[in-house]
């Protein structure tokens, strides 16, 4: 008896605060309204701008997987001289592959990109060195890849676009970077938004906290109602901000496509990240409804 008495009592003090919460919702309507819609707004920008940020980064990551430089063989070094190399170039770290191209191959290559072949049908494979196609993990540790590579002996030359991937380095992270910047911001801005909010529902409440602070009410008691108002908030805003987002989203993917833009840039479809967008969305608009809801109870609490 005493259990299920105890639980009836927590049941219905958790009705009690989840009925509060709404309650408040629909009496500070306009409030309400406007803090969903900035919420909303915060969350588009700030998911447009990681969207943005990933897609870069995914495009990156294909421009890695095809990332490689050429390292030339000595001259003076014979066919089977110059593929005894090839575990000596495996070892370097940061390696992930390395093909051997004979002089043969390297003329037939040159063939197939000219347009009028014909021309260099004559041309004898000695003119041209054996080489290897080395291909990097990370392209972050192209340039370190690129110098030991260099220092094999037997190794002639080595010809790296050492620029191009560092640009491609720098351009990631300063995509990350902005889009971390923004985050935080937009989160500060929204659970500043929250708060004052729910500091007009405490204030106009306050004498009603008073007189339950002084009939013995816990701190709890009182906050859960609000702490209720603010994560509904959050979490309706970014309920709204994610279906928002994929239709945006959407909408920019099309007009793209239609542009041809596409054939040069790739862009991840919404669906593949459709689950990690909406608990992402979840996630931060709870932390700002929770967050902005108890700084905003907290001094009307010191009675």
């Not at 500070?28 to 447009?48: E, N, P, Q, Y």
């Not at 409440?205 to 007189?211: F, K, L, M, N, P």
Request: proline share 1%.
């Amino acid at each position: 008896m005493l259990r299920e008495g105890i639980t009836e009592m927590v049941a219905n003090q958790i009705w009690y605060h989840i009925k509060e919460g709404f309650r408040s919702i629909f009496t500070h309507g306009l409030m309400s309204f406007a803090s969903v819609c900035m919420i909303v707004a915060c969350l588009l920008i700030m998911g447009s701008f990681s969207l943005v940020a990933v897609n870069i980064n995914h495009m990156l990551s294909d421009l890695e997987d095809e990332n490689e430089f050429l390292a030339y063989v000595d001259d003076s070094y014979t066919e089977e001289e110059a593929r005894s190399l090839q575990t000596r170039l495996e070892s370097i770290p940061n390696v992930s592959a390395v093909t051997f191209i004979s002089r043969e191959e390297a003329l037939q290559n040159f063939r197939n990109e000219q347009s009028n072949a014909a021309l260099f049908q004559d041309l004898d494979p000695s003119t041209l060195r054996d080489r290897y196609s080395i291909h990097v993990e990370e392209i972050e540790g192209l340039s370190d890849a690129a110098a030991q590579v260099e220092q094999v002996e037997g190794i002639a030359e080595v010809r790296a676009s050492l620029e191009i991937a560092d640009g491609f380095v720098m351009l990631r992270n300063v995509a990350s970077a902005i889009a971390i910047i923004l985050v935080v911001m937009l989160v500060v801005i929204s659970i500043f938004i929250i708060a004052n909010t729910i500091k007009l529902a405490t204030f106009t409440r306050r004498e009603e906290i008073a007189i339950m602070k002084m009939c013995g009410a816990t701190n709890w008691f009182i906050r859960w109602p609000f702490l209720v108002e603010g994560v509904l908030l959050g979490l309706f805003g970014g309920v709204l901000a994610y279906l928002a987002q994929w239709g945006i989203y959407g909408l920019i993917g099309k007009a793209m496509q239609e542009s041809g833009i596409l054939s040069i840039i790739t862009m991840i479809p919404y669906a593949n990240m459709a689950s990690t967008v909406l608990l992402v969305f979840l996630a931060v608009s709870f932390v700002i409804g929770a967050g902005g809801s108890a700084l905003a109870i907290r001094k009307f609490l010191k009675v």
